[in-house]
């Protein structure tokens, strides 16, 4: 999903499925000077919308740290007992 203004974009988000039961939203963003707005906001419900018509209802996502408090009101919370992981790079094992 993608938001414009005047024929260029100033942000976007995507979400990844299996088409049948969960998705994981990645790469939300909105260049520095449009936030503030609602852009990603309304970038999250849209996708949010998209995968509830598709049937999906589990969404989660990945935020980095400062990021809780946009979420939180979106209608995600932290997973208990959950980490999120990274597999290294072969040069890093």
């Known amino acids: 999903m993608i938001a414009t203004e005047n024929d260029s974009i100033i942000g976007m988000g995507r979400a990844i499925s299996d088409r049948i039961s969960?998705?994981?939203i990645q790469d939300?963003?909105?260049?520095p000077l449009f936030r503030g707005k609602k852009i990603?906001?309304?970038i999250i419900g849209t996708i949010i919308?998209?995968?509830n018509q598709d049937?999906?209802?589990w969404i989660g996502l990945i935020a980095e740290k400062n990021a809780k408090a946009f979420y939180e009101p979106l209608g995600?919370?932290?997973?208990?007992?959950?980490a999120?992981?990274?597999?290294?790079?072969a040069n890093e094992l």
Do not use: Q
């Open 22 to 24: 969960d998705a994981y």
């Open 28 to 31: 939300v963003t909105v260049l």
């Open 40 to 42: 990603g906001s309304r």
């Open 49 to 51: 919308e998209k995968l």
């Open 55 to 57: 049937g999906i209802g």
């Open 76 to 82: 995600f919370s932290v997973m208990p007992n959950a």
């Open 84 to 89: 999120p992981m990274l597999r290294k790079t």
